[in-house]
């Protein structure tokens, strides 16, 4: 079944079609499309999400909101797109002046990715080189942790170190999670019962099945979808205002 | 305002640190200046603003960098609801920027075969032009065609001209006398010397030079306000 689009309140709530939830296949055909035939290129497709992220987690986490004495973040990052997602958010985020730490643990052998890494490195972010498992020394010193490990491609059932274990770590952390397209852990097309919680879900480009009844903030981040590609999937995106590259759905 | 404006071998050495050392990709640079380009150019002619029926922007993009930024940043307008026309007269034969092209193409933005000579046509059909065919690499002094005539028209069109990182047929680091005169400049990352006594409306865009770097090179960036990835100067 298909959410209503509550982000469209106004007269013509009636006239307007369902905004689309992806299954794992369709997600990743549309992003197939996007490279092959649309000529989009990975590194382009990141730095549009990452920004995005970075700009959705202001808007849900203002600095001036925050908390601690620092506006200090922790973005843990896994090892293929998702990850390097998480990266670029990072680095926006130092531009708007919060303080990232990132945990990546297991580093992708492709460049790509490993230039997102030194891109975050020359900024002074601090990387960890081990997660606490001491779950409050994660409370006490961070605001919020931003979820970059697992995406839709990731195969949920099978969920290797470290990510296992970070993720019984997440279940336990008192500060708001925020994860990047969908939570890690997730089945793309079901929600989770013991799963993380997150606070915050930016789905990017489109919202995968998991996230129709997603209780907390949810963010549509990364406008840059061709006109033609929206009306194949019928993914009825909302209007964006004005020039945002995000919507809170 | 303390040192700023950047020579022509400063501009150049910041941007082969960002690639060598920083390891950005000039893919993400590209889309990262397109984008900031494309709000600048929402914030200087509002969609509201254009006087035009349609919301009709051309944009003219020369074969290398500053052509693929001016790709880009046709392809935010289309995604902002104007209608950027693009003419690409020569197109570069490296994948990257034929990606860029393939993009817009895909956006179905129109390509047009030529430019017209008569400039009223020009004046009638688009609310202004953005001009991205020239960047602070290329060599002003023996520009080639058909920059050189689409200059000449450029000069006569009565519809502003918004520039993108200088305006082309500038040289880098002197301000022209009898060049185009662009309404708007959106200077990228840091203005360049030819912009000092730039009298238009000037955009600084492009939110993400690492701090070592404009520490290196005190380039003194203001602050950008709130979240935006771009100010005016």
Redesign the interface.
């Known amino acids: 079944m298909d959410k209503m689009n509550h982000s469209s309140a106004e007269a013509e709530a009636e006239t307007i079609e369902p905004l689309r939830y992806l299954s794992k296949g369709e997600a990743a055909a549309i992003e197939t499309e996007l490279l092959r035939?649309?000529?989009?290129?990975q590194?382009?497709l990141i730095?549009?999400w990452g920004?995005a992220c970075?700009?959705a987690i202001?808007k849900a986490y203002p600095l001036g909101s925050l908390s601690k004495k620092q506006p200090t973040v922790l973005v843990i990052c896994g090892p293929d797109q998702n990850g390097s997602i998480g990266l670029v958010c990072a680095?926006?985020l130092r531009?708007?002046e919060y303080e990232p730490t990132i945990y990546h643990p297991k580093r992708s052998p492709h460049s790509?990715h490993?230039?997102f890494t030194?891109?975050c490195e020359?900024?002074?972010i601090p990387f960890l080189s081990y997660l606490p498992t001491e779950v409050q020394l994660i409370n006490d010193a961070y605001n919020l942790v931003i979820d970059a490990m697992l995406g839709p491609e990731a195969d949920c059932v099978n969920i290797k170190e470290p990510y296992s274990g970070i993720l019984v770590t997440l279940k336990q952390v008192k500060i708001p999670i925020a994860s990047v397209d969908m939570p890690s852990g997730w089945d793309v097309e079901e929600p989770s019962q013991d799963g993380i919680h997150p606070e915050v879900l930016i789905s990017l480009t489109a919202p995968k099945k998991c996230a129709m009844s997603f209780s907390g903030k949810h963010f549509l981040a990364g406008?840059?979808l061709?006109?033609?590609i929206q009306k194949k999937y019928e993914l009825n995106l909302p209007d964006y205002p004005?020039?945002d590259c995000l919507i809170e759905l």
Do not use: N, W
């Not at 035939?37 to 290129?41: A, H, M, S, V």
């Open positions: 035939d649309y000529r989009f290129g590194q382009q730095e549009i920004h970075a700009l202001t680095r926006h531009m708007f790509l490993q230039d030194v891109q020359k900024m002074d406008r840059f061709p006109y033609d004005g020039t």
